[in-house]
């Protein structure tokens, strides 16, 4: 840790924030071109332009909105900024009236590629147990660690030694938790599986690209194996691998002393279960024979679980003394065993897995929280509303997708409501806020797939937007992305490898209230407002440090943002915005409902109709007397009406502007 050799005052923090918080504040990696744009500001500003880079040349222009007055997370009045209509693809800025200007930043549709693929292989930049070669690390090669991969720690009762090489290091340190690798992998394995066609790729340059594999789940099958090291021959699985204290900030080959296994655990175990039968119906296309070794060893561990009348050990896992590593504290499993039965109902189809899921599924509720590692009873209730078992009872999967959307709407009135369009509100800013964030990104995207609601579409993105720069700290918390990022994260290989730039694709804990460091707590105090409580500082772990189980959701929502395709029919890089606009409807194509949006330079009366491809009227969806500005209404198509492509337009004075829309029931 690097120490701190002055106090600041509160008049200097004072100052430090106002003078460091007073931006326009965007998404850093960029826009894509057919998605919604939005930015955000906290200066007494009214209006905007978006300014090409190479030209100087003005290519739209807009009024801010104000959000919030005095909003809670952040003790500020913020302003946003809507750029949606334009998508013509460039380099630009926004320049407030105020003559105010934000960081250069793309449009296009390749603009979230860089942080997905940095992302994924920032897993990669995590392994133990192997040597990183330049051909694949470039500078950030390292030797081979921790080869001697473990010891039984004195609590199991058990001595000598168990192999178990390989895995991810956890976060800045180099311990391996089951429990935190539960959660990270089944991120990567459920991309996969619900989106294949967006995580396809296999050329991320790690030494299994090329091979015919996704990138994504020969990534995921590293980490797999490792597992199925940490199984004992009774079927339960050891909680983790560390050593009894957190080592010093060296790299990992220069990390010397005993590692050990740790006690065996049922919310380790039922974690496993869960990541090796999915990781079965992924990968059996692809290796079957290994495929099948993940669903026996799965199987065995459930058998072992089945037999355990309460968690184990007693009131969950707990350092034994002497240990100060991570405790990952939990003394309940019954969401992991929850869990642990969709997913084997799921990759079986056997009567006791899906009986004990029915029978337990609403114990504790339907979606009533976000997924985390200390509660993954989301992912429980995920696996089994998108089951493809024809056992399945219909009753239960309508019942957990009008939770979904339900717990959606809920998030998504945050999102509407607080100042940067963040999901969280005061009080959930806690160790990995960040992570939480993106975990609702993914619940967004879910419900998004089921009810094909734009709203949670866009709700998702501006998730992103927030972790990429659209934040109080005006930073991207991804290292390598972006004009702004974390130089000094709390991550042992970044600080010790020399190298000024630290590994990319990390993505930081985040804002954290309740100062959980001495860092912050040097920095903050109870009246700072949540959303400000982060610093880049080594020394702040808690929340500067990075951890794969904040990394996977990044992966899951970069990726499927990166690879979302929404069709346009028209071509608009010669948009223009000092007249009428009609913007293609989002999205498109659409099975209910789709959003329209459209822009007009003067107060005038408008109508917007549908017609058919033959020409004739089918409804006028709107007539009214509009002001000047951008407009949007939600259309929902008529039932009756087959799939197909229709038109819709705008009409003002003696002119219209027709767009197409493409029906798919």
């Known amino acids: 840790m690097k120490p701190l050799t002055f106090r600041i005052s509160l008049f200097t923090v004072l100052f430090f924030c106002i003078k460091i918080y007073s931006q326009v504040f965007i998404n850093q990696a960029g826009y894509k071109t057919d998605l919604p744009k939005i930015f955000y500001t906290n200066l007494t500003a009214n209006s905007f332009e978006v300014v090409e880079v190479e030209t100087g040349n003005t290519f739209f222009n807009g ?55 940095k992302s994924l292989k920032a897993f990669y930049f995590q392994r133990c147990g192997s040597q990183l070669l330049f051909t694949h690390a470039g500078q950030y090669q390292r030797n081979i660690c921790h080869t001697g991969d473990a010891f039984f720690h004195s609590s199991t009762g058990q001595s000598g030694f168990k192999f178990s090489r390989g895995g991810w290091h956890d976060a800045g340190d180099y311990g391996k938790y089951i429990v935190n690798a539960g959660i990270s992998t089944a991120t990567l394995l459920m991309a996969y599986e619900y989106f294949p066609s967006l995580f396809g790729n296999d050329n991320l340059n790690i030494p299994e690209s090329g091979n015919g594999t996704p990138d994504i789940l020969d990534e995921a099958k590293y980490e797999v194996q490792w597992f199925l090291t940490m199984q004992d021959s009774d079927g339960a699985v050891y909680f983790k691998i560390t050593k ?58 459930w058998n072992w679980l089945s037999n355990q009348a309460t968690i184990v050990p007693p009131g969950g896992f707990h350092n034994p003394p002497g240990t100060s590593t991570g405790e990952y504290g939990d003394n309940n499993d019954s969401d992991e065993r929850l869990w642990a039965a969709a997913e084997l109902f799921e990759s079986t189809g056997e009567q006791s897995y899906k009986e004990y899921y029915e029978f337990n599924y609403n114990t504790s509720g339907l979606f009533n929280s976000t997924m985390g590692w200390q509660n993954v009873k989301s992912l429980a209730h995920i696996t089994y509303l998108f089951s493809s078992q024809p056992d399945a009872l219909p009753a239960i999967k309508s019942e957990l997708q009008t939770s979904l959307n339900s717990y959606c709407l809920t998030l998504l009135n945050r999102v509407n409501t607080n100042g940067f369009g963040v999901s969280i509100n005061p009080g959930e800013y806690s160790w990995g806020s960040n992570s939480q964030v993106l975990n609702n990104a993914l619940l967004f995207i879910l419900a998004y797939a089921k009810n094909n609601d734009s709203d949670f579409l866009t709700a998702a993105l501006r998730q992103l937007d927030y972790v990429v720069g659209s934040n109080a700290h005006n930073i991207s918390f991804v290292t390598g992305i972006g004009k702004k990022y974390p130089l000094h994260p709390h991550h042992r290989p970044s600080e010790a490898d020399g190298i000024t730039e630290p590994v990319p694709g990390l993505i930081a804990g985040g804002p954290n209230q309740y100062l959980n460091d001495p860092v912050l707590q040097q920095h903050f105090n109870q009246n700072t407002p949540p959303a400000l409580c982060y610093i880049d500082d080594v020394g702040s772990y808690a929340s500067n440090e990075i951890a794969i189980n904040w990394n996977a959701p990044l992966v899951f929502v970069s990726g499927y943002f990166n690879s979302l395709s929404t069709t346009s029919v028209e071509n608009h890089d010669n948009f223009s915005p000092q007249g009428f606009y009609l913007e293609q409807n989002f999205p498109n194509p659409f099975n209910s409902s789709t959003r329209i949006n459209w822009y007009s330079p003067v107060n005038s009366w408008l109508k917007i109709q549908l017609f058919d491809s033959l020409g004739r009227e089918l409804k006028t969806i709107t007539e009214n007397y509009f002001s000047a500005g951008f407009h949007s209404l939600l259309f929902t198509i008529d039932d009756e009406l087959p799939s197909g492509v229709y038109c819709y337009r705008l009409s003002f004075s003696n002119s219209f502007i027709a767009r197409k829309m493409i029906y798919l029931k």
Do not use: W
């Open 63 to 117: 009024n801010l909105q104000l959000v919030n007055s005095n909003d809670p997370a952040t003790g500020m009045a913020i302003r946003k900024g809507d750029f949606t209509l334009l998508n013509r693809n460039g380099n630009y800025f926004i320049k407030l009236n105020t003559n105010d200007t934000s960081y250069h930043f793309p449009i296009n549709q390749n603009v979230f590629d860089e942080i997905y693929r």
């Open 244 to 301: 009894e204290q957190f080592e010093p900030f060296v790299m990992p080959s220069q990390d010397s002393g005993m590692r050990y296994l740790y006690q065996k655990s049922s919310t380790a175990t039922a974690d496993f279960i869960a990541v090796l039968a999915r990781f079965y119906r992924v990968y059996k296309n692809y290796d079957a024979v290994f495929a099948n070794t993940c669903l026996t060893a799965a199987i065995n561990a």
